[in-house]
Structures are given as C-alpha cells and as structure tokens.
C-alpha cells in the first residue's frame, strides 16, 4: 500500500484569476492566494493547474448572512 503525503497549512499562489458570481463576471485579481488547511501533494497540483475553482460558504460558518 502506497503512502499518501499530507501537507497542512500551506499558501497556494493561483495567479491571475477571473472573479464570477454564478454566471456572471464581477472583475479580475491579479494574484489570489489561499490558504489550504490540508490537502495531498496531488491535490494540491489539481488545485494549482485548476481552470476553474469553486468557492462554495458552508452551512453553519461564521460569516454567514453578511
């Protein structure tokens, strides 16, 4: 059985992106950055080579309703 590495609390620089709401182009971000909790080294390369990457608010987060 193969060991999958973990990495945890990482920044992932994803360059220039295009900001959409549902269908709808809101502007551009020269540089988004997030921060991932945790993740695989797979994962990761996913989320750097992604086209498109979905934000989606949680149910029950803090921040909700604002």
């Known amino acids: 059985m193969r060991k999958v590495s973990e990495v945890t609390n990482i920044v992932v620089e994803l360059g220039p992106r295009l900001l959409m709401v549902g269908k709808e182009a809101l502007g551009t971000s020269d540089n988004i950055s997030i921060e991932v909790a ?4 797979e994962e990761l390369e996913k989320l750097k080579s992604a086209y498109e990457i979905r934000l989606v608010k949680m149910l029950g987060e803090s921040g909700a309703g604002e």
Not at 38 to 41: F, G, I, K
């Open 38 to 41: 945790e993740a695989t080294e």
